[in-house]
């Protein structure tokens, strides 16, 4: 029984840092939700490539959990990131319809850190059996599903360039992303 809340307490020491951002210059959706083009700061990698700009986003997650007497809490924190020294634009392209079709690249990534969150507010830790495993599993399924829908995205709008699937997709996003709306950054 010793080991056992010896081991419980190591646990709960690895918890500190937990709701940071570990991407330092990175830009986080809930403080920054808007894109401006200074956000792209990169250069492109591929100078014999047609496309106009590109917005570099990553979804990250943390948890962990915290023990306290009796009380178990499962602590989470999902992460929509923007990397402006790896985001770039021609600078003949710096235009409304390119940056709002960067944007909703950013947007897409936020609907998928909601999805995720909406999902760790219902996940049964307690009776879970194999947690990191589980997370670990539903993680990579967000992050699958996210990449998936932003390549559906730019080949729908083919990068933008139709307006008509641009306007689909805005409406689209903007209605997922008032579903989920109690789970903002």
């Not at 951002?21 to 250069?43: C, I, M, R």
């Not at 009796?70 to 985001?87: C, H, R």
């Amino acid at each position: 029984m010793k080991l056992l809340i010896v081991f419980i307490s190591v646990i709960c020491f690895y918890v500190v840092g937990i709701g940071q951002s570990t991407k330092q210059g990175w830009n986080e959706y809930g403080a920054h939700p808007v894109l401006k083009w200074k956000d792209f700061k990169g250069v492109n990698p591929n100078k014999s490539s047609y496309t106009a700009a590109e917005v570099n986003t990553s979804l990250e997650f943390q948890w962990a959990y915290e023990i306290e007497g009796t009380n178990i809490e499962f602590l989470y924190k999902v992460f929509a990131m923007q990397n402006p020294k790896a985001s770039w634009v021609e600078i003949t392209q710096k235009t409304n319809r390119v940056l709002a079709h960067e944007q909703l690249h950013f947007d897409i990534t936020e609907l998928h850190a909601r999805m995720f969150r909406k999902w760790l507010s219902e996940f049964e830790y307690l009776t879970t059996r194999n947690l990191r495993r589980r997370l670990n599993t539903k993680y990579t399924n967000v992050k699958i599903a996210w990449k998936e829908m932003q390549q559906a995205y730019d080949r729908d709008t083919n990068h933008g360039i139709s307006a008509v699937e641009q306007a689909k997709w805005e409406k689209k996003i903007n209605d997922l992303m008032s579903k989920y709306i109690e789970f903002k950054s």
